[in-house]
């Protein structure tokens, strides 16, 4: 499908076209550090977390390049999006050949005002909680199409799409049988059950001195039923699941600052990513009905020349749907306030404050008691970047930080697990960071 | 799209809120050691259902990791856990149970020689749950969801032994070698040994080198963590010490071996002389009843732990729980064993408030109600009570072992009473017996539904494959029998005098027949049952009736199976009752 969409794409372009635009992007970070105890029997590589989302700063090394093609034509623009992504370890820091490589965005986009076609496999995103690097609202990755309708200020989307993991052949199984009308064995597909990923948006901004922009989400997933093999001729049935989700975000800004408020709730299948399976958190149907996420989440910056101040975080419940209060079922908070300096047209120190806050309903099996794990953290980053703001990039930084954990995060690391022993952690490393999209031609 | 997902409708509250919900805040009653509470007066009011909790209801299959869930697996994981007992905390009470035996609760080893640690016997950790069945927290739900029900939970623990954790390095290279060839006597004869589970030597397992003996065979901590197979917690268990290290048990007639050799299967025999191993073992199953408000322990494996450490074990254990709060926690254990004398003599002041009553299941449920053994051999086994059992009023309540025995049909270890006596009647004779006998009734999982295993593992069939029916005959008629002996006192606190016995088998008028009273003082019940699979049985022969100690006149109301029909006692007590074959009444002295 993506392929034919490209040809068509594409002899559009050459029969009837006026104006090429292509565009190269990248996102990237390289970051490294040390805790600084190396002899000592540490110097292990990375900071502590236990939620979800911790600091920005403290994210794995990452790379996306966004390469764009965009046509404009009498009646419409069309283009094409490709993205790929690399994570994992850098070979010049593991010494192993194997970077991870996905195809973050590939799709196909038509524009006739007022409407908008796309079609392919993309992230698809709302807004981001910048300190966290995340969406707390909507985050899809989906392979399928969607269409919009924009007027002045707004716009309304709809989208579908489709996935079929293959992580703990709870979608898709490929197993050993023996092979028909000879010896030895040959693989078959015992189990091959795609989810439906369906998403509505709609958006208005008013603008003014103050510039207004609530966004209206809802997002449904669907898994049908499937049989799985599971040994010794045994074959289970894996029931039909669902899950809906709902919420809204709302970007106020003005000259000197801005803040975002984003609310989320989910139940059943749409509690979890949609390339996450719920392991460990099913009924006794072994489906997610019953599951439930409340989330809330908040961000706001303010600028007054070379001083900066951005702060956000969220708060989140979740329970999963097997009814056993356990450690699936939790309150989780995150949240980082930085204050920025800006020194001439490239200096820029940034001091960091983060909190990281887990309370899990189930006890902590080492300690057999409720935990509620903290982190605290403070980070002081003075930078040199490309020009003179407090996000701007690309930045090259020096980070400095300061850690501690309490017994309870502690306790969230097997004993064995270097992280679990110091309650004082100190790390210094270097960073760069980088964002830009460019029209090359 | 069908309404699947209530939670939805949250969500449009929520969103219209934007807040955060409160529901569901992290405020956990069971986050710290519960509050202790006691909740059996009397435990002969006590109705006893044995659980295997991996059996028993899947309430979880989140702890499933590892469980097979195949029906033709019974000696794998199949996946039941302490939510299932939970939810199914209503079928038990419907029942008419009142006290739950659960399987043991700590970690076990997860397999074994391709066995699973499902029966919970293979201890790993003294003071961690087994993950299968649930954590700590939910350990104490059950407990407090079972005595909302107004249902005792006793645990089963394990002291003699723990799972296979280590093997002897016989040849001293490292690694437990399944088979090694020595010449063990010196001889040109090689025997094969198993590093595993060596034979039993007195002087403790030997290292053997082509050259000969080499000394006490080094043991090997095992650590496979995929197997939850590590050396044991607390860390002290980890002593070499604490171990008898004489390998497994060879002649089951030796005392010594009986006591000092490992249990079949590699269980290591745990060296319960030492006093720290005394120690730690009274510590960590003290720990047990505070952390979860339990009401009782069985105890396993009885008759291979050293007789003098149960004098120290149990009045430590009865000390702890009155110290906590926590009154009448009774002990009781199992001799798996026919002798009546040697089942009896762990009980007492220095021993077990009671145990498990084999003696009798093999003579008189074995013996009178399968196999037409004459009646008489119950009037043989309970004479011997006084001799064999603590008559002093030391167990719980103050009441004595010898009134507290376990009765029981069938358990874990040996077959359904259905799989070698197929009749149902005679299940149902049996159970009559059980529930108007004195003692405390208990019942194996699965004799409600009529289950009929054979042999370990035969024996111990999910429950969910009866669908937790509770419109079935059995069910339906063990739940009249526990009620009948809730709405009798006579049958739960009364003596027992037996009224009619005979050495019949045959034609003879009272073949099969039994008859007791029991009697309160304040109330009584006379129970007469027929165990002959052929023939009406009355409690008379020769013309001569059976005599009773109620006075002449006295009327008698049938109170069960119905009530309605009517006896009179005749002169001297006398009283002739007829039941049909495996039938039996109840019968109680009628109003004024």
Not at chain 1, 220 to 245: C, K, N, V
Not at chain 1, 407 to 420: H, I, N
Not at chain 2, 513 to 531: E, H, K, M, P, T
């Amino acid at each position: 499908m993506i392929l034919h969409l490209l040809i068509v794409i594409i002899e559009w372009s050459v029969s009837d076209c006026y104006a090429t635009d292509i565009w190269f992007g990248s996102y990237g970070r390289v970051p490294v550090s040390t805790d600084l105890s190396a002899g000592a029997g540490g110097g292990h590589g990375s900071p502590a977390q236990i939620v979800s989302h911790g600091p920005r700063v403290d994210a794995e090394p990452y790379l996306e390049l966004d390469f764009k093609l965009w046509r404009h034509g009498k009646d419409g623009d069309f283009g094409m999006v490709f993205t790929p992504a690399v994570a994992g370890e850098l070979f010049a820091y593991s010494g192993v050949w194997d970077t991870q490589i996905a195809i973050r965005n590939l799709y196909a986009e038509a524009e006739a005002a007022p409407f908008t076609l796309w079609a392919g496999a993309r992230m698809y995103r709302g807004s981001d909680l910048f300190l966290l690097d995340f969406w707390p609202l909507n985050d899809l990755n989906i392979v399928g199409g969607g269409a919009g309708f924009l007027w002045d200020d707004g716009r309304a989307d709809l989208a579908v799409g489709f996935n079929r993991l293959r992580a703990e052949e709870w979608q898709y199984q490929i197993r050993e049988v023996p092979e028909a009308g000879g010896t030895g064995t040959e693989e078959v597909l015992s189990l091959d059950r795609q989810r439906v990923v369906g998403a509505a948006a709609v958006s208005h901004r008013w603008g003014g001195t103050v510039d207004v922009r609530p966004e209206f989400y809802l997002e449904g997933h669907f898994l049908p039923r499937g049989d799985r093999y599971i040994g010794d001729l045994i074959t289970e049935t894996l029931p039909s699941d669902g899950g809906l989700a709902g919420g809204l975000s709302l970007r106020i800004g003005g000259a000197d600052g801005w803040g975002t408020l984003w609310s989320r709730a989910a139940g059943g299948l749409a509690v979890w990513d949609e390339l996450e399976v719920p392991e460990g958190a099913f009924n006794t149907a072994y489906t997610t009905r019953g599951a439930a996420l409340h989330r809330l989440a908040l961000e706001g910056g303010w600028t007054e020349r070379a001083v900066g101040v951005i702060g956000g975080g969220y708060v989140e419940r979740r329970t999963d749907a097997d009814g056993v209060r356990d450690a699936d079922d939790r309150w989780e908070a995150s949240a980082a306030v930085r204050a920025q300096w800006l020194f001439g047209k490239h200096g820029d120190i940034g001091l960091e404050f983060s909190q990281q806050v887990l309370a899990a309903d189930g006890i902590n099996p080492r300690s057999q008691r409720h935990e509620v794990g903290q982190i605290s953290r403070v980070q002081l980053m003075p930078a040199y970047q490309m020009g003179w703001g407090h996000r701007y990039q690309p930045q090259l930084r020096i980070q400095y930080s300061l850690s501690v954990l309490n017994e309870g995060a502690r306790l969230q690391f097997p004993a064995e697990d270097l992280r679990s022993a110091t309650a004082v952690q100190h790390r210094l490393g270097l960073a760069a960071e980088w964002w830009f999209s460019e029209k090359v031609k | 799209m069908p309404s699947i997902y209530p939670e939805y409708k949250n969500i449009l509250s929520y969103l219209s809120l934007v807040v955060v919900s409160a529901a569901g805040c992290a405020d956990d009653p069971y986050a710290s050691d519960p509050a202790i509470t006691s909740n059996v007066d009397d435990w002969r009011d006590e109705v006893i259902y044995q659980a295997m909790v991996d059996r028993f209801a899947d309430g979880d299959v989140n702890n499933n990791e590892g469980v097979t869930r195949d029906p033709a697996e019974l000696a794998r994981w199949q996946g039941g856990d302490w939510q299932g007992l939970i939810d199914r905390a209503s079928y038990l009470e419907a029942l008419g149970v009142t006290a739950l035996w659960i399987s043991p609760v700590v970690a076990n080893v997860e397999e074994d020689a391709g066995i699973g640690g499902y029966h919970g016997y293979w201890t790993r950790s003294f003071i961690d749950t087994n993950p299968h069945f649930g954590d700590i927290a939910k350990l104490r739900e059950l407990v407090a969801v079972m005595h909302d029900h107004g249902i005792a939970v006793i645990v089963d623990i394990v002291v003699n032994h723990v799972g296979q954790l280590f093997y002897y390095d016989i040849n001293q290279n490292g690694q437990p070698d399944i088979t090694t060839l020595y010449a063990t006597d010196g001889s040109d004869t090689v025997d094969i040994v198993t590093e595993w589970d060596p034979a039993y030597d007195p002087r403790g397992v030997q290292s053997f080198t082509s050259l000969g003996e080499s000394g006490p065979a080094p043991l090997g901590w095992v650590y496979m963590p995929e197997l939850n197979r590590l050396p044991p917690e607390p860390a002290e268990f980890q002593d070499d010490g604490w171990y008898h290290r004489r390998g497994r048990v060879t002649d089951w007639s030796d005392q010594a071996q009986v006591e000092l050799a490992d249990f079949p299967g590699g269980l290591k025999d745990l060296a319960t002389e030492r006093p720290e191993v005394r120690e730690a073992l009274i510590r960590v199953f003290s720990d047990w009843i505070t952390w979860t408000d339990i009401d009782g322990y069985r105890i396993d494996t009885v008759k291979h732990v050293e007789r003098d450490f149960w004098a120290e074990f149990a009045p430590a254990i009865r000390a702890h729980a009155e110290e906590i709060g926590k009154e009448n926690f009774l002990l009781f254990g199992e001799v798996f064993d026919g002798d009546d004398a040697l089942i009896g003599s762990y009980t007492g002041a220095d021993g077990l408030d009671a145990n498990v009553y084999f003696s009798q299941k093999y003579q008189v449920f074995d013996g009178v109600f399968k196999d037409n053994a004459p009646t008489s051999t119950i009037a043989a086994l309970f004479a011997q009570r006084d001799a064999h059992y603590g008559i002093d009023p030391t167990g719980p309540a103050g009441v004595a072992p010898r009134d507290l025995l376990v009765n029981f049909l069938d358990n874990h270890d040996v077959p359904r009473f259905l799989w070698q006596q197929d009749d149902t009647t005679a299940l149902q004779a049996a159970l009559l017996f059980l529930f108007t006998e004195d003692g405390l009734p208990c019942l194996y999982y699965g004799t409600e539904q009529g289950f009929s295993g054979g042999n370990d593992p035969a024996n111990r069939e999910p429950l969910w494959r009866s669908g937790y029916a509770t419109d079935g005959a059995l069910f339906g008629y063990i739940s009249s029998l526990a009620a009948l002996r809730a709405e009798i006192p006579a049958l739960r606190r009364g003596s027992l005098t037996l009224t009619w016995t005979t050495d019949h088998t045959g034609a003879e008028e009272d073949a099969g027949a039994v008859a007791f009273v029991r009697d309160d003082g304040a109330s009584s019940a006379l129970v007469v049952i027929n165990a002959s699979a052929t023939q009406d049985a009355a409690t008379s022969f020769g013309g001569v009736d059976m005599v009773t100690p109620f006075p002449a006149g006295t009327v008698l109301e049938q109170r069960w199976p119905e009530a309605g029909a009517t006896w009179v006692v005749g002169a001297g007590g006398a009283l002739r009752v007829e039941v049909g074959p495996r039938q039996g009444v109840v019968l109680v002295p009628a109003a004024g």
